[in-house]
């Protein structure tokens, strides 16, 4: 039997459960092989205000859960956020129309927009208070964060 160490402690490790503390090359691989892609951040964003959207705490800090939530194990629906932070392939860039301060602020936005990626959604450790539809946060590629995992998207032909 094998085991994982969260921040729980030691429990048998649970081959349903969302992979995580992925970096995003590791995702995109994942979604190539899969026949997939990864969304773009603005897909997620559309997703997030959709009909299926939950506003349950279930994948949120105030499950206390501290763990991803298996779907199958919990009558909890939390729809399509929460639980973990999704990579997107869209990379860390201003919105349209935003004006880089000037000074020190404006510098220190700045060089957070060089070669990062997006990431969406939220994850348990996130409280839900912070979550909104264009709740983003941005990490480089080739970092394994905690509670970083994917979402997979195909093209309708």
């Known amino acids: 039997m094998w085991f994982e160490y969260t921040l729980n402690g030691y429990f048998p490790l649970e081959?349903?459960?969302?992979?995580?503390?992925?970096?995003?090359?590791?995702?995109?691989?994942?979604?190539?092989?899969?026949?997939?892609?990864?969304?773009?951040?603005?897909?997620?964003?559309?997703?997030?205000?959709?009909?299926?959207?939950?506003?349950?705490?279930?994948?949120?800090?105030?499950?206390?859960?501290?763990?991803?939530?298996?779907?199958?194990?919990?009558?909890?629906?939390?729809?399509?956020?929460?639980?973990?932070?999704?990579?997107?392939?869209?990379?860390?860039?201003?919105?349209p129309g935003y004006q880089r301060p000037k000074g020190a602020f404006g510098e220190y936005n700045q060089k957070f927009m060089v070669n990062q990626i997006v990431l969406r959604g939220g994850s348990i450790v996130t409280p839900q208070s912070h979550f909104r539809p264009s709740y983003r946060n941005f990490f480089y590629p080739s970092q394994k964060w905690a509670f970083t995992g994917l979402r997979l998207a195909k093209d309708i032909k």
């Open 15 to 95: 081959l349903d459960a969302p992979v995580c503390h992925i970096n995003y090359y590791e995702a995109d691989a994942f979604a190539e092989w899969s026949g997939a892609r990864l969304p773009t951040e603005f897909e997620l964003e559309l997703s997030y205000k959709s009909k299926y959207f939950s506003s349950s705490t279930c994948g949120f800090y105030e499950s206390e859960n501290f763990h991803p939530i298996i779907k199958k194990s919990t009558n909890c629906f939390f729809g399509l956020t929460g639980n973990l932070w999704e990579w997107t392939n869209s990379a860390y860039s201003p919105y």
